[in-house]
């Protein structure tokens, strides 16, 4: 008797340690009614019960207790004759110690399957000696929750961004009011805030292609041309709402600095055969910019996530000289140049971006 | 297919996204008609209308301008002889239709930033300015193809006196009585009729004579005179060496083609009121003839005065001839080498010492043809005593292209080679200086110095300074020193500029935008020389 009492209590105990290592190995996904109802029995009864897994079980009638979510139901076919008798010692089993089962009278797989529950077996217990019933010998079969990452970085690719300049000094370079851009950034989420509230960190870089009128473009009667190509380095930060695992609306503001090189090419005159003139120079710029859009993403389950996001705002940035002002050679007279104008960056932008989280 | 037509939908509506287009101004081209200096500034005039002033005499280079409007389409640019003030003759604008827009007009642009506009009746009209730049006349250009208007009235006028003060700026159009056609030429005369006091007047030619408006009282009855019997037939035109020349204190004028020997003498005088108290004519005309030659046409006439009485100079053929004009007596000078054109002086000799009237003889050709190199200085006090004696030629060694009178130096002449190169020819002395040059010179100014030259095209502009070898003596022998400055862009056009204590030469260049280079007369170094570019596109954006 006394041996019987030594062997319930290493059942039990090696129950509780086994039962959460049991529910960690399980994969995230398990197409649990593939198993058939019948597989625990009768040897998953003794290898179910040498591994004692799962213990919770009405003392009355034997049925899993629908304790909570963590609850293991025991299939009544696993069962073994004389339940309804079950020891004292192994009825309520602590709730710390059960597998989660997504739902009730879901079967459980047999143990054979893990082979976590393999090692460490102790001896089988004879059947004439064990008269304890073990409602629930198999490990619990577990549908869990899909699995869900946390992603810290972001990285943006604007496969459209626009910036509607309406100064006349960009007519000088474009024959409409669209500057089409195109930039890269990376965030970091550096805070979170309750509420979903993100608060992301953000550098970028954007560059302006050469956006340019030809010497046809009817500018002065095809006398004059100019070009004008930007790159922008920026530094902003983004607050974020995420309302849902893939909708989050968001509002960004950013500070940069813009390096605005202006080529303006002046045709020979028709009337002598003196020849074109070049000016070609470059300014630095500051600015900034206020902006919001909304960030649509996969739901989060794997480690690396894709989305795109939608953003307008306006982009405030000082007006660039537009200059006669180029690198004469060295000996050459002093020249001056006129101030044709100004560009004026300032106006708004749209942007849409594809982008990868992880 | 589906494809394409999303990728053309797409680029559709990014278009209709990319709103706005360029403003219209910015798509026309600055048209440069006329650039003039004006005041201490450079006046560009633009096709547009607008004219555009760069303060060029300033302390510190500044490529901007101050506009101002005008009537469009100006035609002609000129600066007003005396006074500081820039004349610009406008034919304003039509619309398809023939509607007139802006009616022509010739506007006055002072020295300050305001104008003053004269309207004119049509478009198209020539002008000629007196040589004191007190009175302008347009009359019709032959030239000139009026695409709107069907009709023209080509004896149509306008005789405008710039004096603002003392001639109002209406009543300026004046349809003239013409002679066998239009007016094809304007001479502006003063003549003492009945007074000691000259009267402007403006003798008009046309195809088969004269006529003589008294620009004091444009609206009164002109005197006109029929030359046919004295004319080719089909009459005179601008190639017919038609040429006029007046004796103000005689009031007489001189009249000469290139198809006849005499010489037509019109003599004014105060016009007879009529009987019904009207004025009539102003003046009465009566016309004789002074025979200069048995067969050949005079060349070049002019006037001169001697204590016994106004004398006829006429280049004849070969020889040059001096008229007593009132008795018709020719006294008559072979010249070693001919001669159309004559420019009075009056300036001592090498063998007197005694300033006196004299003159240069010299010939041009437009063709190139007839070119010498040689020109024939007269002594006319001494010619009918003297003849051939009062004469002498100075060769050049080369053709002569053209001869250039330098308004800050009157003694000093350019006389242009053709091969290239140019000579300086001192009126006094009679002698020249040579100096080589392998372009052109097509550009000339003057300060109180030096010479400046340049050639349209080339980079460079050279000065000649003339400087006594003593320079306490100005008898002493005059030395030349020559030197080029280089600039970075070729040479447009060439002004001389003087204000307050700066003078300098200010050089355009054909560029868009219009670009000068301003040089120091009295340091002509490219380190102290400065270059503006851009200026017409000033703000435009």
């Known amino acids: ?358 | 297919m589906q494809m394409k037509m999303r990728l053309a939908l797409t680029l559709a509506i990014l278009n209709a996204c990319a709103c706005g287009n360029r403003e219209s101004r910015l798509l026309d081209k600055v048209d440069v008609k006329g650039i003039a200096p004006l005041g201490g500034d450079l006046a560009y005039v633009q096709s547009s209308g607008v004219v555009q002033r760069l303060n060029v005499m300033g302390v510190n280079p500044q490529p901007k301008t101050t506009k101002i409007s005008i009537t469009s389409n100006p035609r002609i640019v000129i600066r007003r002889p005396g006074v500081e003030e820039l004349l610009v003759v406008s034919d304003g604008r039509s619309d398809q239709y023939g509607q007139v827009i802006e009616p022509p007009a010739l506007t006055v642009l002072p020295d300050q930033n305001s104008k003053r506009e004269y309207p004119l009746v049509d478009p198209g009209q020539q002008m000629k300015l007196s040589d004191d730049g007190k009175f302008a006349v347009l009359f019709n250009d032959p030239s000139y193809v009026d695409t709107t208007s069907l009709l023209t009235n080509p004896g149509q006028v306008a005789i405008i006196g710039l004096d603002k003060d003392k001639y109002p700026p209406t009543d300026i159009i004046h349809s003239l009585d013409t002679v066998g056609g239009p007016p094809f030429a304007v001479w502006f005369l003063t003549l003492n009729v009945g007074t000691q006091v000259g009267r402007p007047f403006a003798l008009f030619a046309f195809p088969q004579g004269i006529s003589l408006v008294d620009l004091d009282s444009p609206d009164d009855k002109e005197p006109k005179l029929d030359l046919t019997s004295w004319l080719p037939s089909g009459g005179m035109d601008k190639t017919s060496g038609f040429g006029v020349a007046f004796d103000q204190g005689s009031a007489e004028i001189y009249l000469k083609n290139s198809h006849s020997s005499d010489i037509k003498v019109l003599s004014v005088a105060p016009g007879i009121p009529t009987t019904d108290g009207g004025s009539g004519n102003t003046v009465n005309i009566s016309v004789r003839s002074l025979t200069v030659s048995n067969s050949t046409a005079p060349g070049a006439f002019d006037v001169y005065s001697l204590a016994s009485g106004s004398r006829l100079l006429a280049t004849v053929g070969n020889s040059v001839a001096s008229v007593t004009t009132d008795s018709d007596t020719v006294t008559s000078v072979a010249l070693s080498t001919p001669a159309n054109q004559i420019l009075q002086f009056d300036a001592k000799a090498p063998k007197d010492p005694n300033s006196g009237q004299r003159a240069l003889l010299y010939q041009t050709d437009p063709t190139g043809g007839s070119l010498q190199s040689s020109v024939t200085f007269v002594n006319l006090e001494d010619l009918e005593i003297g003849k051939a004696a009062a004469l002498e030629t100075v060769d050049f060694g080369a053709k002569i292209s053209s001869v250039v009178q330098l308004p800050n130096l009157p003694l000093q002449l350019l006389v242009i080679l053709s091969g290239g190169g140019i000579d300086v020819l001192d009126l006094e002395k009679r002698h020249w200086s040579p100096i080589d040059s392998k372009v052109p010179i097509t550009l000339t100014a003057a300060t109180s110095n030096r010479l400046w030259v340049g050639s349209a095209g080339d980079n460079r502009i050279g000065y000649v300074d003339l400087s006594n070898s003593d320079p306490t003596d100005p008898t002493s022998a005059v030395m030349l020193t020559i030197k080029s400055t280089q600039l970075d862009s070729p040479v447009q056009q060439m002004f001389q500029m003087n204000q307050s204590s700066n003078s300098r030469v200010i050089v355009t260049h054909d560029q868009v935008g219009g670009a000068v280079t301003w040089v120091d007369a009295n340091n002509p170094e490219r380190s102290a020389a400065h270059k503006l570019e851009g200026f017409l596109l000033s703000d435009l954006l």
């Open chain 1, 1 to 358: 008797m006394a041996k019987l009492k030594i062997s319930i209590a290493l059942a039990v105990a090696v129950g509780q340690v086994a039962a959460p290592a049991a529910a960690q190995f399980l994969p995230a996904h398990r197409d649990v009614q593939k198993s058939p109802p019948n597989t625990a029995a009768p040897g998953a009864t003794s290898g179910a019960a040498s591994s004692a897994r799962v213990v919770s079980s009405d003392p009355t009638n034997g049925s899993v207790a629908p304790a909570a979510s963590a609850v293991l139901a025991a299939p009544p076919t696993s069962t073994t004759p004389g339940a309804g008798t079950a020891s004292p010692a192994t009825a309520p089993a602590p709730a710390a110690n059960t597998v989660v089962a997504s739902s009730p009278g879901v079967t459980q797989e047999p143990a054979t399957a893990q082979p976590s529950m393999v090692s460490n077996q102790p001896e089988p217990l004879q059947p004439n000696l064990l008269p304890v019933v073990v409602n629930q010998a198999q490990p619990p079969e577990v549908t869990e929750a899909p699995r869900t990452y946390e992603h810290h970085f972001t990285v943006t690719l604007d496969v459209a961004n626009v910036l509607w300049r309406t100064s006349t000094g960009y007519d000088l370079f474009s024959s409409n009011d669209a500057a089409w851009r195109i930039a890269i950034g990376f965030g970091y989420d550096v805070l979170k805030l309750p509420g979903h509230t993100i608060l992301a960190a953000e550098v970028g870089a954007m560059a302006e292609p050469d956006q340019g009128s030809n010497s046809n473009s009817g500018l002065l009667g095809n006398t004059i041309s100019g070009s004008l190509s930007a790159a922008t380095f920026m530094l902003g930060g983004s607050l974020r709402w995420a309302m849902t695992q893939w909708f989050a609306p968001y509002g960004r503001l950013g500070l940069f600095t813009s390096r605005y090189a202006v080529d303006i090419h002046a045709t020979a005159s028709d009337t002598t055969a003196s020849s074109g003139v070049d000016w070609s120079y470059h300014r630095w710029v500051e600015g900034g910019s206020l902006g919001a859009g909304v960030m649509f993403n996969l739901p989060p389950r794997s480690p690396v996530n894709v989305g795109v996001l939608v953003e307008g705002g306006y982009w405030l940035q000082q007006s660039v000289d537009i200059q006669l002002e180029g690198s004469p050679p060295a000996g050459s007279i002093s020249t001056l140049g006129a101030r044709l104008g100004s560009l004026g960056n300032s106006g708004p932008y749209l942007r849409f971006a594809g982008l990868l989280r992880f």
